[in-house]
C-alpha cells in the first residue's frame, strides 16, 4: 500500500534491526486519514469473504479495524490486555507472550460478542513473531467462530509470524511487508512494491 | 445525539444506579457507524474552535477520536495508561484516579506529539468524576498547548466531572447526558431530548 510505504519511509524511525517506532501516525499518534485508507484497502481484499465481524487487539488495532468495519458495514470487538471491573460477563481468554516486553498477557473477549455464526476478519496492527495472532485465533476458536482471515497493517516478514500463522492454514494480508531493518533502513519486500 | 440515545436504550445495560454497560458498542465492541455519526456531531460542533489536534485516553476513547479526526481533519494523540517499552521518548504524565477501580494509573503522552502551537480538542467516551479529562488536561496544559473544549460520548450527569471542569473554564460538550440510572432505565436530562 503506497501512501503507507511512504508513511513509513518519511516517520518511521528504525531503533534496532528489529524494531521500527511508526509512534506518529500509527501507534500513540494516529493519522486518521491514512487509517480510512487502510480500512479501505482491508475492505477491497476481505469484500467477498463473507465476514460479519472484525476482531482487534487494544489499543493500536483499533483505528484500523474501525475504519475497516464501516467499510464493510460489521461491528468490531478488541479483546482487552486485561480485565476490566465492568467486564462481568463470561470470558474467551489467551495467554499472548511478547518477546518484546518478555512478558505474557492475558488477553480476553466476552463470549457475548462472538458467536458460531460469525466469519471473523482478524486485524492487528503489527505481525512480528505472531503471538498476538494466534492468541486473537485461540479466542475465535473457542467461540465456534470461522476465522476469514488475519490482516495486517505492518508485518515484520523477518519474523516468522507469517510462517506460523500460514501453517495454521491462515490467509495474512498485510499492507506492508518489511524485509530488513539493517542499517537504519527500511527495506520492503519487492512484491509489495510493485 | 438521537441514534446514540436509541443505541443506550436498546443496548445499554444499567448494572446500578452508577454503572451503565455499553460493551456492545462503545467500550468493548464498537458500531463503527455509530462511531462516525459522533465524529460527525463532534466535528459540527468543534469546527470553528482551530483544533490542530485531538487527545484522548486508550482504550474506549480511540475510535470516537479517529472518526472526529478524520473530519476535522487533524490527527489524533491517545494517552497511554501504562509506559510501553517502545516509548522511549520524554513523556508528559498525569495521574487518573478510578473511583470505579480505585486505584491510580499513570497516563502518558509523548512531548514529541503536543507544541504551544497546537489547539487541542479532548475526547473521551464517558465523564463520570472527570479524572480522566483532568488528567488530560494536566498533560496538554504542560505541552503549552491551548485546549479548545472536551467532547464528551456519554456523561452520567449526577456525578460531578462537569462541574469541575466547567470550574476551570472549559466548554464541555456531551453527546448524551443521564439525569439518572435510578430503578434500572436511563433518564436523560430534559435539553438533549429536543
Given at each position: 500500500m503506497k501512501r503507507l510505504h511512504e508513511k513509513m519511509e518519511q516517520e518511521g524511525r528504525v531503533l534496532s534491526e528489529h524494531v521500527l517506532k511508526v509512534?506518529?501516525?500509527?501507534?500513540?499518534?494516529?493519522?486518521p486519514q491514512l487509517m480510512k485508507e487502510i480500512g479501505e484497502e482491508f475492505g477491497r481484499l476481505f469484500k467477498e469473504a463473507g465476514i460479519t465481524k472484525i476482531v482487534t487487539l487494544e489499543s493500536s488495532g483499533i483505528a484500523p479495524s474501525v475504519m475497516t468495519g464501516l467499510v464493510l458495514g460489521v461491528p468490531v470487538v478488541f479483546a482487552r490486555k486485561r480485565q476490566s471491573l465492568t467486564m462481568t460477563d463470561d470470558l474467551l481468554t489467551a495467554e499472548v507472550y511478547s518477546f518484546t516486553k518478555q512478558t505474557s498477557n492475558r488477553i480476553a473477549v466476552s463470549k457475548s460478542f462472538l458467536s458460531e455464526d460469525d466469519t471473523v476478519l482478524i486485524i492487528d496492527d503489527f505481525l512480528a513473531n505472531g503471538q498476538a495472532a494466534l492468541g486473537l485465533m485461540d479466542i475465535v476458536k473457542q467461540a465456534g467462530s470461522t476465522i476469514a482471515g488475519i490482516g495486517i497493517v505492518i508485518e515484520k516478514s523477518f519474523q516468522d509470524g507469517r510462517a506460523l500463522l500460514e501453517k495454521e492454514g491462515m490467509r495474512v494480508e498485510s499492507l506492508a511487508r518489511i524485509e530488513s531493518l539493517q542499517d537504519g533502513q527500511i527495506q520492503f519486500k519487492a512484491e509489495v512494491l510493485q
Open positions: 509512534d506518529s501516525f500509527l501507534n500513540h499518534q494516529i493519522d
